[in-house]
């Protein structure tokens, strides 16, 4: 067997009012009121000597407007607009508990909501894919997207990133949901798994490949080795199991382990529980290479039922 796959990780205007030059009888200041958007004048007289008055007065003095903060929240009011029809939102403010949902009468999402882990993309194979992996598929625009637990995101090595993925990744990846990245379509064009998981870190970010593919003498890929223990995990047959790597192996995978390693020496794994790290794993639905290995992330992070 060969190794063929790798990752490089890669106005607020302030006005103030005409100085006046004529003298004036007090001096107004207006500020915002704490009790309602209207203002509420503050008065100073400061006497002067030698006045025509026998008081001299300094002109008007408005405040400037305090600025307006524009909070975009679609996601979070789609969902209100789905779920308030009988249901009660609690926000708060952690991870795992930002979306508890206390019923008042049963509503249908409610098994999605337990079961909140999804597969994105375009792929036609996402529907055998969530099958397999026993989780909802869904498109990025899903509100009850925000509620998941843990996402699925499928890239195809021919077709390439859903575009809406790819528009909504940033907004998507502040709500810190642990992320898997599938890799398929891999294994029969011009590029392989160590191509689309650098194109995945360019369109994306920079994700981690805790796996290899090894190919057998025919250029089909039968196996994947563990990065961490070096253990190999052999698909060729209907029969998986998994064998010691060879020395050969374990030295072609040298730089790639080291990599991983100095990306996991400072929190493991769990930063990827925390939604800081996105490991990339091959997937092939032929001989379900890949499949077990997507699982063990999945189960990572606590189920809700």
């Known amino acids: ?36 958007k209207t203002t509420k004048p503050a008065t100073q007289r400061t006497p002067v000597k030698n006045s025509p008055f026998g008081k001299k007065y300094k002109a008007l003095i408005v405040l400037p407007t305090p600025p307006i ?11 209100i607009k789905i779920l308030t029809n009988g249901a009660i939102n609690f926000a708060t403010g952690s991870r ?29 194979e996402n529907q055998q894919i969530s099958e397999l992996l026993g989780v909802s598929a869904a498109k990025m625009d899903d509100p009850l997207l925000i509620t998941a637990d843990v996402v699925v995101v499928v890239a195809s090595a021919k077709s390439g990133i859903d575009p809406k993925v790819v528009a909504q990744w940033q907004t998507f990846r502040e709500l810190y949901i642990p992320t898997i990245v599938a890799v398929v379509d891999f294994e029969d064009g011009d590029v392989d798994f160590e191509d689309m998981s650098a194109i995945i870190g360019k369109m994306l970010e920079p994700v981690l490949t805790p796996y290899l593919v090894l190919h057998a003498d025919n250029g089909q890929p039968t196996a994947l080795i563990n990065l961490e223990d070096q253990i190999i995990t052999d698909y060729s ?30 929190g493991g794994w769990d930063q990827f529980i925390a939604g800081l790290i996105i490991p990339a794993i091959p997937l092939m639905l032929s001989n379900k290479l890949g499949l077990s290995e997507i699982k063990r992330f999945l189960d990572l992070i606590p189920s809700r039922s």
């Open 1 to 36: 067997m060969n190794i063929a796959a790798s990752l490089n990780l890669s106005k607020v205007e302030s006005k103030t009012a005409p100085h006046l030059l004529i003298p004036l009888l007090e001096e107004r200041a207006t500020a915002p009121s704490n009790k309602s």
């Open 237 to 266: 047959t209907k029969t998986v199991v998994d064998i010691p790597s060879e020395p050969e192996h374990k030295e072609l995978i040298l730089e790639f382990k080291e990599e991983l390693d100095n990306a996991l020496q400072e």
């Open 69 to 79: 903060v524009d909070i975009k929240l679609a996601l979070i009011l789609n969902l």
């Open 96 to 124: 795992n508990e930002r979306c508890n949902i206390i019923h008042i009468v049963g509503l249908s999402i409610m098994t999605d909501l337990i079961n909140a882990r999804f597969v994105l993309g375009m792929s036609p």
